[in-house]
């Protein structure tokens, strides 16, 4: 499956790294971007145990937010120490820049 690197300047932040990373279900991803603040957020990518259509789920602990979904073969996770509702754009961001696989 391709990583694919989104685009979140729009939103304040920049893409500053990148690496691909074990899983149990194979290769996965984690992407991270800062605003012009230093602040981060990193974006993780695997794929999914089964197909599903993006459902925003959001958890928190400490001073870390993350929201995580999964859309279509791809599981996303962003996680970072924005409120929740900063968190929420960034994810709405990812979201609509993921075409899916063809035929959806």
Do not use: H
């Amino acid at each position: 499956m391709p990583v694919k690197l989104f685009d979140l300047r729009s939103e304040g932040f920049e893409l500053v790294g990148g690496r691909l990373l074990p899983d149990a279900n194979g290769p996965s991803a984690q992407l991270m971007y800062q605003d012009a603040m230093g602040q981060r957020v990193t974006v993780y990518l695997r794929k999914s145990n089964q197909e599903a259509d993006a459902a925003f789920r959001y958890d928190r602990k400490g001073d870390l937010g993350m929201f995580y979904w999964v859309d279509g073969p791809c599981g996303y996770a962003l996680v970072g120490p924005q409120p929740r509702e900063r968190l929420l754009a960034l994810a709405e961001a990812i979201a609509k820049q993921d075409p899916g696989p063809p035929g959806r």
